[in-house]
């Protein structure tokens, strides 16, 4: 009879027989050929399915705190609960240097939005950015590690060097609800040496670990909506269920000047903006000005 077991398996085993791996939901320990959740959580993972659904319910509250552009597709691979044990998964990737929990998920997510018609003309990923300073105590950003997997599962290009942050925030998790937007409006900023980069791009996929309210993938869609016309899509490992209120809309000021209705879709998913170098003429409908000055470009 023959037997399957490789070298890896081998070597999992032996471990295993000396620091057992452990489930991250139940915490029991698992068996050779598992990964990271046992055979019942998983098979117990609150899943969205939001990722063949161009309308759910995690696009739709995107997309009502959006004011120009092309409909924003959205999707995470799993319901966040506070009350479950599945929250251990993208805790333990943001909290407990899991990364090889993380890039597992991130992976799984990965296939489900690769083999989805909406996600396949994704040409470019880019994570949620942290400050400079929390991302050298913490020694990696979280929303990267998710961000290199779905460009790998997209065959799309990793571009975690177009936004920025432009000063530190307090943590979204400690704040309430209505405080989330205020916290991260006008945080995010696009580098001025990457703005013809952005306008190359059709489909843009921002990610991060966790939607609550998108207050913090607003503000990296709202920097980067001036520079190009593409569709910009979001994705998270974890989704809140229900409907928190949203975070304050746009702090756009309703532009007077501006001659385009605010919820005027692009005309194009074709960047407007290529072939020129002024800053003015990265202006966008709206009369918005693509970077502002940077003297915060700290990375
Ligand atoms: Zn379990």
């Known amino acids: 009879m023959k037997t399957d077991l490789s070298l890896a398996d081998f070597t999992t085993g ?4 000396l620091l057992p791996r452990r489930c991250l939901v139940c915490g029991s320990v698992l068996a050779l050929h598992e990964k990271h959740l046992c055979i019942n959580c998983l098979a117990d993972l609150p899943r969205t399915g939001f990722s063949n659904l161009s309308h759910n319910q995690m696009a739709d509250r995107f997309n009502s705190m959006v004011q120009e552009g092309e409909y924003c597709f959205a999707t995470a691979l799993f319901f966040y609960r506070a009350s479950t044990g599945y929250r251990k998964i993208t805790q333990s990737l943001k909290y407990g240097f899991d990364i090889k929990a993380g890039r597992y998920f991130s992976g799984r997510l990965g296939k489900e939005m690769a083999s989805s018609v909406l996600y396949r003309d994704v040409d470019a990923v880019i ?9 050298w105590t913490r020694g990696y950003n979280q929303a990267e590690v998710i961000a290199g997997e779905l460009a790998v599962s997209l065959d799309a290009r990793l571009r975690n060097d177009i936004l920025f942050r432009v000063r530190r925030t307090r943590s979204q998790a400690t704040l309430a609800v209505g405080d989330k937007g205020r916290n991260v409006e006008g945080a995010f900023r696009v580098r001025r040496n990457r703005i013809r980069d952005v306008a190359s791009y059709s489909h843009i996929l921002l990610v991060d670990d966790v939607f609550t309210t998108g207050a913090t993938l607003y503000s990296c869609y709202s920097a980067l909506r001036p520079c190009t016309a593409a569709r910009i899509s979001v994705a998270t490992l974890a989704a809140v269920e229900g409907t928190p209120s949203a975070p304050p809309g746009p702090s756009l ?3 007077s000047s501006s001659s385009s209705s605010p919820n005027s879709p692009a005309s194009s998913n074709s960047p407007p903006l290529s072939g020129s170098s002024s800053e003015l003429s990265l202006a966008n409908k709206t009369g918005r000005i693509c970077t502002p000055p940077e003297p915060g470009d700290l990375t």
């Open 14 to 17: 032996l471990t295993d027989l």
């Open 253 to 255: 000021p309703p532009s």
């Open 127 to 135: 994570p949620v950015p942290l400050h400079w300073t929390r991302r």
